[in-house]
């Protein structure tokens, strides 16, 4: 479906950001990771309507923020 194209295009774009720094010592190719990670199960958690997808997408985002408080600055970028 189109929204499923949306979804994968947009994923895929991220994942040229993890590449690049995944030589480095940072951070930030696990804040990727994490953040990732919560987009999807917060995409699968409202989609199928399932508590389990929407407390894995919490965790995800809350071990992110936890490890670099800039992963927080994204969310609004997101909903936009």
């Known amino acids: ?38 987009v999807y199960f917060l995409y699968l958690g409202l989609k199928t309507e399932s508590r389990t997808g929407l407390a894995l997408a919490a965790g995800s985002f809350a071990l992110a923020a936890g490890t670099k408080q800039i992963v927080i600055f994204v969310v ?5």
């Open 76 to 80: 609004p970028g997101l909903f936009l």
């Open 1 to 38: 479906s189109r929204a499923q194209v949306v979804f994968a295009a947009l994923t895929w774009a991220t994942l040229p950001q993890i590449l690049l720094q995944s030589t480095s010592t940072q951070t930030d190719l696990v804040v990727s990771s994490l953040f990732a990670c919560s």
